[in-house]
T-cell receptor
Framework: AQSVAQPEDQVNVAEGNPLTVKCTYS??????LFWYVQYPNRGLQFLLK??????LVKGSYGFEAEFNKSQTSFHLKKPSALVSDSALYFC???????FGAGTRLTVKP | NAGVTQTPKFQVLKTGQSMTLQCAQD?????MSWYRQDPGMGLRLIHY???????DQGEVPNGYNVSRSTTEDFPLRLLSAAPSQTSVYFC???????????????FGPGTRLTVT
C-alpha cells in the first residue's frame, strides 16, 4: 500500500533559522508526492509537489522540498523561517491521496 | 471562482440523527473527495468520486453515504450519527493532470461536527 509518514509531531524553530519538516514515503513505482499547509480553522492549501525531474522542488511562500530516492524521503525546507509559517503541515502521496499525520511547526520570534 | 464551498460550517447532532454535509466546486474538477480530520490522525479519506455518477470508498467509509449526480456537487450523508463521527470534515476537488494522474487538491473550509 502507498503511504507516507511524518516522524515528528512538533517542530520548533526560531525566526530566521532554517526549518525542515520531515516526510518519508513507501510507494511502489514512481512516487508522486505533495506538501500541504493548514492554518488554524482553515482548509488545507497546496504548497508543492514532486512528479518527476529535479530533486529540489520549489513551491509557494518560499518553501522547497528535497526528494531523495535512496532515503525514500521528501523533506520540506525553508532557508529562513517566519513567525507566520507557524501551522500544521501534511505530506501526501498521490495515488490514493493518503496523508501523513501532520507536523505542527511553531516559529518563535 | 468561489473554489470549494462547504455548508454548514458548524453542526451539532444528537446520536441517531441524520444529516447531509454539502460540498460544491466551480472549477469543473472531475475528482472530488471527503476527508475527516481528527487530532493526531491526519486526514482520512471517507469516500471519493472520479466523475459524475461514479463513487468509491476510502479508508473509513462506514456510516457515510455519498452520491455524485453532477460534476459540481458531492454531498456526504451521515445515516445515523454516532459520537465517533465527531470530527472536522473537509471536501476537496482536483483535476487530472496530463499524463500525471491526480493533480493537487483544493480544499473547502471544513465543517465542524459534534455528535452528542
Amino acid at each position: 500500500a502507498q503511504s507516507v509518514a511524518q516522524p515528528e509531531d512538533q517542530v520548533n524553530v526560531a525566526e530566521g533559522n532554517p526549518l525542515t519538516v520531515k516526510c518519508t514515503y513507501s510507494v511502489s513505482g514512481n512516487p508522486y508526492l505533495f506538501w500541504y499547509v493548514q492554518y488554524p480553522n482553515r482548509g488545507l492549501q497546496f504548497l508543492l509537489k514532486y512528479i518527476t525531474g529535479d530533486n529540489l522542488v520549489k513551491g509557494s511562500y518560499g518553501f522547497e522540498a528535497e526528494f531523495n530516492k535512496s532515503q525514500t524521503s521528501f523533506h520540506l525546507k525553508k532557508p529562513s523561517a517566519l513567525v507566520s509559517d507557524s501551522a500544521l503541515y501534511f505530506c501526501a502521496v498521490r495515488d490514493n491521496m493518503r496523508f501523513g499525520a501532520g507536523t505542527r511547526l511553531t516559529v518563535k520570534p | 471562482n468561489a473554489g470549494v464551498t462547504q455548508t454548514p460550517k458548524f453542526q451539532v447532532l444528537k446520536t441517531g440523527q441524520s444529516m447531509t454535509l454539502q460540498c460544491a466546486q466551480d472549477m469543473n474538477h472531475e475528482y472530488m473527495s471527503w476527508y475527516r480530520q481528527d487530532p493526531g490522525m491526519g486526514l482520512r479519506l471517507i469516500h471519493y468520486s472520479v466523475g459524475a455518477g461514479i463513487t468509491d470508498q476510502g479508508e473509513v467509509p462506514n456510516g457515510y453515504n455519498v452520491s455524485r449526480s453532477t460534476t459540481e456537487d458531492f454531498p456526504l450523508r451521515l445515516l445515523s450519527a454516532a459520537p465517533s463521527q465527531t470530527s472536522v470534515y473537509f471536501c476537496a476537488s482536483s483535476y487530472r493532470g496530463r499524463g500525471q494522474g491526480l493533480a493537487e487538491q483544493y480544499f473547502g473550509p471544513g465543517t465542524r461536527l459534534t455528535v452528542t
